[in-house]
């Protein structure tokens, strides 16, 4: 079956600290994504990815960076965190070659204190 | 400007009236999905629909590209529909999505 799995789902990191959001997906797919959703302004994407060592900005990638070391896992940087990136993360994987709609993550619940 | 205006913003139904959700774009667009969303939960795809309609159950999904617009349309509601309705326009080039702002569905009993 279908999934992409996130790590850790709940997140506590103070000011200034690394943090580093885990997804795995276990579709095949080569399209993978980072999004973070707050109120008032939806999901915006962060970054994205072709396939593995592909790595792509989004609409705010700012204080973001991201790594797919495989075609199965792609991880979201945060080097520096402060706490306007207190957010709730979500990881989606999909394939535009297949036409396979994106699927999502369960999502991380960050906070930066 | 934004992308993709949904409405309306929040809606409130008793149990058993029928809902009508839009989504308008404001550029050209390669497909649309609409998701569903309880608070706190993951983003569940209702439909991927390129075009045309698409009927699951008591949900018809409608989008006309040339027109950029989409809408989702939900008989009979019931008080586990309720939560947050999204859609999402999916660009030609990376297959990302642009995202609404969402509608928050609330149906009592």
């Known amino acids: 079956e279908a999934a992409v799995t996130q790590s850790p789902r709940n997140k506590v990191a103070v000011t200034g600290g690394k943090v580093t959001l885990s997804c795995n997906q276990t579709?095949?797919?080569?399209?993978m994504y980072w999004y973070r959703q707050d109120t008032g302004h939806g999901l915006r994407l962060i970054h994205y990815?072709?396939?593995?060592?592909?790595?792509e900005k989004g609409d705010i990638p700012d204080g973001y960076k991201a790594s797919r070391p495989s075609q199965e896992n792609f991880s979201l940087i945060l080097e520096l965190a402060t706490p306007s990136q207190t957010s709730v993360y979500f990881c989606?994987?999909?394939?535009?070659?297949?036409?396979?709609?994106?699927?999502f993550g369960e999502g991380t619940r960050l906070s930066v204190l | 400007g934004q992308q993709v205006q949904q409405s309306p913003t929040s809606l409130v139904l008793q149990e058993g009236e029928n809902a009508e959700l839009q989504c308008n774009f404001s550029?050209?667009?390669?497909?649309m999905q609409w998701f569903y969303q309880r608070p706190g939960g993951s983003l569940i795809s209702v439909f991927y629909n390129p075009s045309g309609t698409k009927q699951s159950g008591r949900l018809t999904s409608t989008t006309v590209i040339k027109e950029r617009r989409s809408s989702l349309h939900i008989s009979s509601s019931q008080i586990t529909d309720s939560g947050t309705y999204l859609c999402a326009m999916v660009s030609s080039g990376s297959w990302q999505l642009i995202f609404g702002s969402g509608t928050q569905l609330t149906v009592m009993p």
């Open positions: 989606a994987s999909g394939d535009r070659d297949r036409g396979q709609a994106p699927l």
């Open positions: 990815s072709y396939g593995a060592g592909s790595t």
């Open positions: 579709n095949n797919h080569n399209n």
């Open positions: 550029t050209s667009l390669n497909s």
